[in-house]
């Protein structure tokens, strides 16, 4: 009894190979789509490196300190955080990198003494390790507010602008703030844009210092620089995820699409600007075959070698390329005529990103294309997938 024509499940005569689970007897026979699917993999995999390692122009903006301070020694927190936060938003929107005060600077009290108060400003400026600072002097009368902004420019020390705005203590007050802001910056956007530069930047390696200090806090605790370094050190990675698995090919006559969950583990060995993992893979691909004159369940258990390369290990979200192969086991269950079981051979090569979450935890977006060589005809498909991981 047959599936179809094409698909012959019993026992009957097959040559020396035995019985066919899925296909007829013959020779094996890959089609030609699946050369041509396998031979873009190992394209990629060879150009990819090659892309993720090349030197790019990028510019680099100036970069302003934000301070923040009452003018008459009664600070407000509430106050305080909407005028910086609507500072550092405008500043952001026009491309300039944002530092912020540090813990001693934080700490100190302004002078209530106008007199004092400049030279206490002027102090600042001179220590500045930025290219501007913005000073936002506020105080609260009633339901109003007075914020004087001034705009150093740090390498010449001088006052470039100076702004003062009243408004009432209400919703718009952050949008009020944000105008003020453009106002400045449209002063002084010659200075702005004769500071920027370009630089070439090597994108396999750290990004320069300069393009690090003073921009926004990551995404992810783990994009901060220390943090990814003790992510990017732990040997062991442990992954766990899920997959479908998209036919290609004369397979795809049977079935369209199988679930292909997987668990990996890998011993990760650290080179110059990239990491080499070494370790096992194993799966389950479980799909059900129709046929005119019967139906079966079916399913592929892979368990080989994986190889996996990251390249540019210091940047939070890094490219990988993955190389797997080893033995299947092949089973096919028709209520009818039992279980039939055979050894197949698989190979997977696939690329993509790795996104740390934690300095333990991450995940890894990938997409690749997995050969299964039954005999005659080979089964092939795309694994887009979806993984979790832990590193030790």
């Keep these: 009894m047959s599936i179809t024509n094409k698909v012959d499940i019993t026992c009957g005569g097959h040559g020396k190979d035995g019985p066919s689970l899925l296909y007829p007897g013959g020779d094996l026979n890959v089609s030609t789509s699946t050369v041509l699917y396998f031979c873009v993999i190992l394209l990629v ?7 993720c390692n090349s030197e790019e122009a990028t510019t680099v903006w100036p970069s302003a300190l934000v301070i923040t301070t009452s003018a008459d020694a009664s600070a407000i927190a509430p106050l305080e955080e ?6 550092v938003i405008e500043l952001q929107r026009n491309n300039l990198r944002v530092v912020m005060p540090s813990e001693d600077l934080l700490q100190t009290t302004a002078p209530d003494s106008p007199i004092e108060l400049d030279s206490f400003l002027d102090d600042m400026v001179a220590s500045a390790e930025t290219n501007f600072v913005v000073v936002c002097l506020y105080g609260k009368h009633q339901d109003r507010i007075r914020i004087d902004f001034r705009w150093y420019d740090v390498q010449s020390k001088t006052l470039a602008t100076e702004l003062a705005i009243e408004a009432r203590i209400d919703l718009d007050l952050d949008t009020t703030i944000r105008k003020a802001l453009t106002e400045i910056l449209d002063q002084n956007r010659e200075r702005i844009q004769n500071l920027a530069r370009t630089v070439v930047v090597d994108t396999s390696t750290e990004t320069d210092k300069q393009m ?7 995404l992810f605790p783990a994009w901060k620089a220390e943090a990814l370094e003790k992510h990017e050190k732990k040997r062991i990675e ?10 290609t090919g004369n397979a795809s006559e049977y079935f369209k699409v199988g679930l ?16 080499i993992g070494i370790g096992l893979v ?14 079966s369940q079916n399913s592929l258990i ?3 070698l994986d190889v996996k390369y990251w390249m540019g290990g210091k940047f939070p979200v890094g490219p990988f390329v993955r190389l797997a192969g080893g033995p299947a086991v092949f089973t096919v269950v028709v209520e009818t005529l039992g279980i039939f079981t055979k050894l197949v051979f698989f190979a997977t090569g696939g690329i993509g990103f790795r996104i740390p ?6 995940m890894n977006l990938e997409a690749s294309y997995t050969i299964f060589f039954d005999r005659p005809i080979a089964i092939t498909g795309f694994t887009p997938s979806i993984y979790l991981y832990a590193r030790f």
Aim: avoid cysteine; hydrophobic fraction near 35%.
């Design 45 to 51: 995999l060879v150009v990819f490196p090659g892309i």
């Design 82 to 87: 909407i005028i910086e936060e609507s500072v």
């Design 302 to 304: 892979p368990v080989g």
């Design 212 to 218: 690090q200090e003073g921009t926004e806090k990551p």
């Design 282 to 295: 194993a799966g389950y691909n479980g799909f059900p075959a129709e046929g005119t004159d019967a139906t």
């Design 260 to 275: 292909m969950p997987g668990l990996s583990g890998s011993y990760r060995i650290p080179l110059a600007n990239s990491t």
């Design 238 to 247: 442990v992954s766990l995820g899920f997959s479908p698995f998209i036919t």
């Design 357 to 362: 979450l934690s300095q333990t935890f991450g």
